[in-house]
């Protein structure tokens, strides 16, 4: 993937991730880390998490609302905990986190410093110029309350941070990563895009989808942003530090900028049907010779290769096909149910082949880890498969159905749960 920076627009979205899907978000998000380190490197993985598009379909594929503010929090969270055990092996670090998590940033760079030979002083100012660019530099009335930063054993980085706008009930995410800070300046157009959540010209979106609100012919009005780091903005700056070592050179050559809707439902707009077609395609051709031994499980087998054809491209798949991230809500559903409740015994056997495989693959035996990426694979090579809006309305509409089968589960599940206790035992 290209060193693209950049930044997502998103609706804030209260609530918390409740027990049962945080302990297997850290899960499925440690196997699939574990798999992109082990096929393409860490830096690669850096880079991914860089991306806007890519980061947010990672969250979706792992259970979260897939156009909320909410990811960027459990994503980092899931990460911080499923990594930890394997830091060391993987050679990857996550500090920080949200609220008086982000405030400890530094000290856990320190510590880590000490203890693993890397520039901690470094890596300290690195945190804290970023927070302050993103912050001060960019006053775009969003008020920075996580900061994240992912670093590797070799001293290459990834920021994410996230800031909430109150009055436009949004929340901004900012991608950064070290080989663009350090090519062209923390202070010189150092995301490759600041975009404001109406100022989206130019967004890729699946074909025929607009931002909400906006007609056929309405164009989308700009809003005032004060961004220092706009390089025309140079005279303006003059009394800012930047670092004496970074030129303030560089063409912008990458936009990655994500504005996602307001609506909570996942639409046939929302998603690439074409792509969508191509992956179902794609686990008819390759599912029934690569996993015979998963389809003899009763009621999940088959559901459970599709869920890993969708984690198979979010391990695999290019740049570009990242563009709606609501499609990898249909690996896992979503903690609110939309498009439907998360199936923990899919999501359970997902986690479980994912491990196997990797596992295998550590010795040597790397036939099953192969099988899941000619899913993807498969996909690339289908020219045509299309899937119908009736299609996938009744793709949902079986979910739903099937929720006990599956062990759907919702937020809304453990609410009733908790009324049903409360008038069980009244006192």
């Keep these: 993937m290209p060193a693209a920076t950049g930044s997502a627009d998103l609706p804030l979205h209260g609530g918390r991730v409740p027990a049962w899907l945080a302990q297997r978000m850290a899960r499925l998000g440690r196997v699939i880390v574990e798999a992109i380190t082990h096929e393409y490197g860490r830096t690669e993985l850096l880079r991914r998490l860089s991306d806007p598009f890519w980061f947010q379909s990672f969250g979706a594929v792992m259970g979260m609302d897939w156009h909320s503010s909410g990811i960027t929090t459990s994503v980092i969270g ?103 800070a350090g090519a062209v300046g923390f202070l010189d157009e150092p995301h490759a895009a600041i975009v404001d959540a109406g100022a989206a010209d130019g967004l890729p979106r699946p074909p025929g989808a607009r931002a909400a609100g906006l007609g056929p012919g309405d164009r989308e009005p700009p809003r005032e942003i004060v961004n220092l780091t706009d390089r025309r903005a140079a005279p303006a700056r003059g009394g800012i530090v930047s670092l004496a070592d970074a030129g303030p050179g560089g063409t912008v050559t990458t936009l990655r900028r994500l504005r996602m809707p307001a609506h909570h439902d996942v639409r046939a707009e929302d998603i690439d049907l074409g792509r969508l077609g191509k992956t179902l395609a794609a686990v008819a051709e390759r599912g029934p010779r690569d996993f015979a031994d998963l389809l003899l499980v009763p009621g999940v087998g088959a559901r459970t290769v599709f869920a890993l054809a969708l984690v198979a491209e979010v391990v695999h798949g290019a740049p570009s096909r990242f563009a709606d991230p609501a499609r990898f809500s249909l690996a896992h559903g979503g903690k609110d149910g939309h498009p439907f409740p998360v199936p923990l015994r899919v999501y359970d056997e997902t986690v479980r082949v994912l491990k196997d495989a990797l596992a295998r693959a550590k010795l040597g035996q790397s036939e099953r880890l192969a099988a899941i990426r000619r899913l993807d694979d498969q996909a690339r090579r289908i020219d045509a498969a299309a899937t119908t809006p009736a299609e996938l309305e009744a793709g949902v509409a079986r979910e739903w159905a099937a929720k006990a089968e599956l062990g759907g589960r919702t937020v809304m599940d453990d609410r009733v749960r908790r009324r049903r206790r409360q008038l069980a035992f009244p006192f």
């Design 78 to 180: 899931a990460l911080k905990r499923g990594l930890a055990p394997v830091a060391d092996e993987l050679g990857l670090y996550v500090c920080g986190g949200r609220g008086r998590h982000s405030r400890r940033t530094p000290d856990e760079l320190t510590a880590l410093g000490e203890r693993c030979g890397l520039n901690a002083p470094a890596l300290v100012a690195a945190s804290r110029l970023v927070a302050k660019v993103d912050s001060a530099a960019v006053q775009d009335g969003f008020e920075l309350y996580l900061h994240g930063f992912i670093v590797a054993a070799d001293g290459a980085w990834v920021i994410v941070q996230q800031g909430m706008n109150g009055a436009r009930r949004q929340a901004r995410r900012y991608h950064w990563i070290w080989d663009r």
